[in-house]
């Protein structure tokens, strides 16, 4: 009792000074991007929302959005002008109709799910039209969809060229002014195609149907990979790649195990003859393999693909670079890998993997028949008669039917690990050394890191939109990345030394050619290529910071005796962390962070020591991302509440004495009333069972996490931030989650949006918006100062003195409650039950990670 008068009366000061010490934050980060990036909020597209696909016109920077009922357009290049939209929307009767089928009314709109160029200056345009997909054309001179005689838009079917439902997963890729797509196939969304969608009604080929092809698919990405006469002297074709995560058939486990695909055909395929009539004879598929084989950890869910191929014409060139996740791992996990077209290629070439039905059992086939099946056609083959698809015997055809799936396997090593971040989209610009990698978080914010060979270093980390917002598009033009989520749009500067404002960001782009110049205080590119010694190491040495990227200098962090919280280690490279800290058993390692529960024993140094790439590519050094001095004083607020502020200490304990007289008064008050009322009338023994009182007990309903080996399962309270977002594991908190980047206090109420942040074509079609994000709660743990460094905003937790007092006084009133010996107190939480301040509903179990 007396705790709680005390929170209550401190509550309004701290809320005031989190809200100032959020400003500030806020103020600085806008501050630092606001000369370069330019955000369009959801007021600037005069309520238009759910934006899922990008297209983008290079030579005019015109930039077409599909979003839901609407088609916009956008100059790049003069964002402060409104955009231009076009209405295409379902009629009444339409979306009652698709109600009335059983879906919800929210899904049954027309949204605007393919944008593709087409000759003669139109787009090829098509929308999910309330469960019956329909595409149109959409002039750009006039900037007006082509209409009918009586004024109607003019729509051809979108059956098997658009998804039916908005979140499916779906991909499409234009070549040579045919569509080809992967998609689902029917209402009910349990068919899978990838087909040939335009073009003569007789080339119109797909799948076939059989879970040997396609089984349970998510569609990520496409490319169509075109070969210049003088690139290709054999005559080989060009080629159309698929990538995708299904449902693997090879694994004979009880579990259902996805793996990540890529599936390629061949631009001439026209089908068979008698087998596989209007499908396709050149369907083949392999497994892709984003795996460190160090620690045998394998990421086997793929969620974006980023093309690149220069020059144009040869696909020798050609590299895909895959954004993974696990499908084992229950927090929040990222990883980047490569794969190169010729590695593809030869797996292609390789040996096929079959299905003996006898016993279950994969097994290589041999011998294959000849020609071989599933290869494009070359000059060789048509100097053989076989001058089409058509042509080639059912032996053959009947092979690559039953045969799709490829022995071996694209195997990649990871370029990038981050754990306790979920990357929905991706995008990469190569550099002479390396690349860099644009990647948008679930969270609303842009991400660029730097890879170099096996190590990353992390750039810049940019919060555009708010926590609700996935980012779901991002295209680079002109040096700049337009990052789309459903409700927003960003330009930001993508490339260029300028973008590192400081000594230290300048030197982690070392590899970038970038160099600190002193005279200028400016970071400029630099014509001398880094040398074997000329690292970032050394570059970071360079600067005031005088710590180099493998010696970050010790923080110094102020804690409580038995404060419990989790020092974080930056772990870019997919090799294992440890840590150095003082002997005594009070840790627990998760990922690459460690727990840490504060005794007296180990205070002290706490360093995280990572394993990178050496300079072969083989080696490996050590590296030391983190090093941490526990120091023991009294529980403070810290930075959150001007830490270490001697007057704001002298506020707190003045107003906990008054929550103190305030307690004792009230203990006082319910007392007396309690002996007048038993003056009047008896109670019973068993009051409590008459339900009075209920909302103090905890609730056997009350909905509980799944168990897990997580921290959380073991009744830990923990306070982190992540992607610029603080999430708690308490049941309550102090500070009100106000998004991230400056896009505080928006609530879109009138949107609701689905989560999706991989559908293929515009992935992230929707998020939830309709969320309130000034939630005040009230700690039992309180975030303090933001003491380390950007990547996770760690914090220093305080904890009351009181928190432990409070704690035994409560289980000794449960000890009288269950013996019988405490009516006294009985009585007292009957009486705090009848007042209207203290009612409450149950508390709610701690969730495995939410945010605040």
């Known amino acids: 009792m007396v705790s709680g008068g005390a929170m209550v009366t401190v ?371 048509k100097d053989e008669g076989f001058e089409s ?98 409700l927003s749009l960003a330009r930001v500067q993508a490339e260029g030394c300028a973008l590192y404002l400081n000594c230290e960001l300048c030197a982690r782009a070392r590899g970038l050619g970038c160099e600190w110049s002193r005279e200028d205080e400016a970071c400029r590119e630099t014509a001398t290529k880094p040398g074997p010694d000329d690292t970032v190491e050394e570059a970071l040495k360079q600067c005031d910071i005088k710590e180099g990227r493998c010696s970050p200098s010790t923080r110094e962090l102020q804690v409580s005796i038995g404060l419990r919280l989790l020092l974080p280690c930056v772990q870019l490279s997919p090799r294992s962390c440890r840590w150095e800290h003082p002997p005594h058993r009070h840790t627990k390692q998760h990922h690459s962070d460690l727990e840490v529960t504060v005794t007296k024993e180990n205070l002290g140094k706490y360093v995280c020591t990572c394993q990178e790439a050496g300079p072969d590519m083989r080696d490996h050094t050590s590296c030391r991302r983190a090093a941490y001095q526990l120091t023991l004083e009294s529980p403070s607020v810290g930075s959150v509440a001007t830490a270490g502020s001697r007057h704001v200490l002298a506020v707190y304990i003045l107003f906990f004495c008054a929550g103190l007289v305030f307690g004792v008064f009230l203990l006082y008050f319910l007392l007396r009333r309690r002996g007048i009322g038993r003056q009047g009338h008896q109670l019973p023994d068993n009051s409590l069972s008459s339900g009075k009182g209920r909302d103090l007990l905890g609730s056997s309903a009350t909905p509980q996490s799944p168990s897990s080996a997580s921290l959380l399962s073991e009744g830990f309270r923990l306070t982190e931030k992540r992607n610029g977002t603080a999430n708690t594991t308490t049941t309550t908190t102090l500070l009100s989650n106000q998004g991230n980047g400056g896009h505080h206090g928006n609530s879109y109420s009138g949107t609701l949006i689905h989560s999706n942040p991989s559908n293929g074509h515009g992935n992230a079609l929707y998020s939830n918006s309709n969320t309130s994000s000034s939630s005040l709660k009230f700690p039992s743990e309180i975030s303090a100062a933001d003491m380390l460094d950007g990547r996770t905003g760690e914090r220093e937790r305080v904890r009351p003195k009181g928190g432990e007092q409070e704690s035994e006084e409560g289980d000794k009133v449960d000890e009288g409650l269950e013996d019988g010996s405490g009516e006294g107190i009985k009585g007292l939480v009957e009486e705090l039950a009848t007042f209207p301040i203290f009612k409450s509903s149950a508390p709610l179990a701690r969730c495995e990670e939410s945010s605040i």
Request: with cysteine; charged share 25%.
């Open 11 to 381: 509550l309004p000061v701290l809320w005031l000074l989190s809200e100032a010490s959020w400003a500030a934050t806020l103020g600085g980060q806008e501050g630092e991007h606001n000369l370069r990036d330019i955000i369009l909020d959801p007021n600037k597209f005069g309520g238009v929302t759910n934006f899922s696909t990008f297209l983008l016109d290079r030579s005019s920077g015109m930039l077409f959005l599909g979003a839901r009922d609407a088609i916009l357009s956008v100059d790049t290049n003069q964002l402060d002008r409104p955009p231009r939209y076009i209405t295409w929307d379902v009629s009444e009767e339409k979306r009652k109709s698709c109600v009335a089928k059983g879906k919800t009314e929210v899904d049954c709109h027309n949204y605007i799910r393919l944008l593709e160029f087409l000759e003669e200056g139109r787009i090829y345009v098509c929308g999910t039209y309330a469960f019956d997909p329909q595409c149109t054309f959409l002039e750009l001179s006039t900037f007006t969809l082509e209409k009918n005689e009586d004024g109607g838009v003019k729509m051809e079917t979108g059956k098997g060229k658009c998804p039916f439902e908005p979140s499916q997963h779906y991909t499409a890729v234009m070549a040579g002014g045919t569509l080809y797509t992967a998609a689902t196939s029917n209402f009910l969304g349990t068919l899978f195609d990838i087909s040939r969608a335009t073009g003569p009604e007789q080339e119109r080929i797909r799948t076939e149907r059989s879970i040997n092809w396609l089984s349970d698919p998510e569609f990520v990405s496409s490319a169509y990979i075109e070969q210049s006469a003088e690139s290709n002297p054999t005559g080989d074709d060009d080629k159309i790649y698929f990538f995708f995560t299904e449902v693997a058939k090879e694994y004979d486990l009880y579990t259902k195990v996805k793996v990540p695909r890529v599936a390629r055909v061949c631009k001439s395929d026209v089908g068979g003859m008698k087998t596989l009539q209007r499908r396709w004879t050149t369907f083949l598929k392999a497994q892709l393999v984003c795996e460190d084989k160090p620690s045998g950890q394998r990421y086997n869910i793929l969620t974006d693909v980023f093309t690149i191929q220069q020059p144009q014409g040869d696909p020798s060139s050609t590299h895909f670079y895959g954004l993974f996740t696990s499908q084992w791992e229950h927090e929040e996990l990222s990883a980047v890998c490569v794969f190169s077209l010729s590695d593809i290629s030869k797996v292609m070439d390789g040996p096929f993997k079959e299905l003996k039905k006898t016993c279950d059992n994969w097994i290589n086939l041999e011998p294959v028949p000849t020609p071989r099946p599933g290869q494009c056609l070359t000059h060789a083959l």
């Open 389 to 486: 698809s058509l042509k080639l015997p059912d032996k053959v055809l009947t092979f690559v039917r039953d045969h799709p799936l490829m022995e071996n396997s694209v195997t990649a090593a990871p370029l990038l690990v981050r754990k306790g971040i979920r990357y929905t989209k991706l995008a990469v610009t190569q550099t002479g050394s390396g690349a860099v990698l644009h990647l948008g978080t679930g969270h609303g914010e842009l991400h660029q890191v730097e890879v170099v060979g096996q190590n990353a270093t992390v750039l810049r980390e940019i919060p555009l939109f708010t926590l609700h917002e996935p980012v779901n598009n991002i295209l680079l033009h002109k040096g700049q990345a337009l990052v789309g989520s459903p």
